[in-house]
């Protein structure tokens, strides 16, 4: 499975931005998908995830209530849609695809390239 992340860019607090991580390959709807951000000097981190079917979907405390991950797995695609957006939600958001939907960033299958989010306070 080949990931690429896009939708990355600046926003104002209180803002909103929607990622897109498009996926190629016929297995798409076998794993489950998930986001992950890294801020500068600081470690990759679990932002959220969706089971393969997507009735599911998990998210770290951090962002929850204000990012939601849906997928549509007829067009290999998955989305985070992320709403009242923080100066501290600024990083390099990466997808990820991961066949047992963990969280863990050391147990992804496969990742995306990156897309950069800025937010200005």
């Known amino acids: 499975v080949q990931l690429q992340a896009s939708g990355g860019g600046l926003a104002q607090s209180g803002g909103s931005l929607r990622l897109s991580c498009a996926a190629s390959?016929?297995?798409?709807?076998?794993?489950?998908m998930a986001w992950f951000r890294q801020a500068p000097g600081k470690e990759r981190e679990f932002v959220g995830s969706?089971?393969?079917?997507?009735?599911?979907?998990y998210y770290a405390d951090s962002v929850k209530g204000r990012f939601t991950i849906s997928r549509d797995n007829a067009k290999n695609m998955v989305y985070l849609q992320m709403n009242s957006l923080k100066p501290e939600d600024t990083g390099v958001y990466y997808c990820?695809?991961?066949?047992?939907?963990?969280?863990?960033?050391?147990?992804?299958?496969?990742w995306g390239q990156g897309t950069q989010v800025t937010v200005s306070s």
């Open positions: 990820a695809a991961d066949q047992y939907g963990n969280m863990d960033r050391r147990l992804m299958d496969y």
């Open positions: 390959g016929r297995t798409f709807s076998r794993y489950a």
């Open positions: 969706i089971t393969r079917s997507g009735s599911a979907s």
